[in-house]
Structure formats: C-alpha cells, structure tokens
C-alpha cells in the first residue's frame, strides 16, 4: 500500500524526491543488521525529504513511518564499554585490566566483588542477568560474549 | 551450592535496595555500599550452616527495613525539606478506620 501512494507521490513530484523515496523504502524493507549502513543515507535523505512534503502536506500527507531506538551494538563497542565500566571499578588495577584477565585468578577479586561487577554490567546495558548464569562469567570476554549472546550481535 | 548461591541472591538484593533507597545521595551510598562490603566480608569464613542461614535472614531483614521503612527527604535553600517517597510507600487515600472490617 505505501509503495502504491509512493508512486502517486512521485508522478507528481520532480526526480530528486523518486530517488529519497525509493531508498527510503529499501531502508524500511531491509533487515535489522543491514539498518546501521544505511541509516546514514536515510539521515541525509530526510530533511529535503520532510521539506519537499512539507510544501504539500494537505495534499499528500505524512505516510513515511519512523522508529526511534539506540544505536547498534557491535562486539568492539560491546568490548570497550565492558572495560570502560571495569576501569570504573574501584578494587581493579586499570593496568593490569585485559580482556582475558580471570577476575578470581589474575585480578584477586572474590565472588562478591564479581557480583558487584555483574551489577554494573546489568546497569551498564540496561537488562537483567539471572545469578546462575552471572556466576560463570569470570573474565571480561565471557561477559562480551555473553552481552552479544543476550542481544543478538554477529560479526 | 545453594547456600552460596542464597548469599550471593541476599548481596545482590540488599545492594539493588540500596541504590534505590539512596538514590542521587552520593555520600550515602557510598557509605551503605562500604557497610554491606565490610558486614559480608567479615563473616566471608564462616562454617557453621546455621549461622549462615541466620546471617541471610538478617540481610532479608536489612533489606525489607530499608525498603519499607526508610525515605529520602532533601533540602531545599534554607529551612525547607522536600519528601522524596518511593512508589510503593504511597498508601492509598482512605480515611483511617479504628476496627477495620474484617474480609470473610
């Protein structure tokens, strides 16, 4: 139905618009993990879009949907907000902090402060870790790895 | 073993508590996170099945007093205080009964 009224939209307007409107409708048609290369041109396309409407609009109407949401997670921004928040934490040395560093046996930390740790984490992005899985997770990678488990990031 | 796994649950909650009770307070929270640490830490040893299990009643305890029966009020230029109340500690508003009526 929108591609029908697109293409009423466009037989009444100049070229310049066909091609927003038609990148604008393969922005909305693609997948999720395809939306982050192309939001830069739907970014871009939008202001000349929403001005050439604008002049029209008892005409034609808004009929363009948009969704607000946070920006993807990738594993590299995953990673370094993990050691980001891990930097934070008080009882661990930012030196000698990796990704690979075991939380008991490199960093001397004991499972309360790895608790503590998980709880940051959980504030950190916002859901919920259940304590049975929490206590596995005992370096950096694993809670990455978890992290992109949980929220369906693939590289 | 669950008993490890009830003390750390106890940790967690009684933390998750905190950083409600005293939000935007950072001096307090500070103070109640070094508290919970240091009460944990000094029985970290203990053995004894039924000292533990009364030490994670006490942490319950802790965590419903502190829920329940602790608000926040701040100060506001000179001589004002602003009540801060949680949402589960606003009661509905109905007129105090002395007997109140039994549910069948």
């Given at each position: 139905m929108a591609a029908r009224v697109l293409q009423q939209c466009v037989r009444s307007f100049a070229r310049p618009s066909l091609r927003l409107c038609t990148r604008n409708v393969a922005v909305r048609a693609a997948a999720a993990p395809a939306v982050f290369i192309h939001r830069p041109l739907s970014f871009a396309a939008e202001s000349p879009r929403t001005r050439l409407f604008g002049q029209s609009r008892n005409s034609v109407g808004v009929f363009c949907r948009q969704y607000g949401d946070l920006p993807p997670l990738t594993l590299e921004t995953i990673k370094e907000r993990v050691m980001y928040v891990l930097k934070l934490y008080?009882?661990?040395?930012p030196e000698k902090?990796?990704?690979?560093?075991?939380?008991?046996?490199?960093?001397?930390?004991d499972s309360l402060d790895q608790v503590e740790i998980i709880m940051a984490m959980e504030d950190e992005f916002g859901f919920e870790i259940p304590d049975a899985e929490a206590?596995?997770?005992?370096?950096p990678e694993e809670i990455v790895q978890y992290i992109a488990d949980k929220k369906d990031v693939y590289e | 073993m669950g008993t490890r796994l009830k003390v750390l649950n106890a940790f967690k909650t009684l933390h998750r508590t905190r950083m409600a009770v005293f939000k935007d307070d950072e001096g307090a929270l500070l103070a109640a996170r070094l508290k919970i640490n240091e009460e944990f830490k000094k029985n970290?040893?203990?053995?004894s099945e039924e000292n533990i299990q009364k030490m994670i009643k006490m942490g319950s305890d802790v965590e419903i007093v502190l829920r329940e029966s602790v608000v926040q009020v701040e100060h506001i230029g000179h001589e004002r205080l602003l009540l801060r109340p949680r949402e589960n500690l606003l009661l509905e508003n109905v007129p105090y009964s002395d007997a109140p009526r039994k549910k069948s």
């Open positions: 008080d009882k661990i040395n902090l990796q990704t690979s560093s075991h939380f008991m046996k490199d960093l001397g930390l206590e596995k997770l005992m370096t | 970290k040893n203990e053995t």
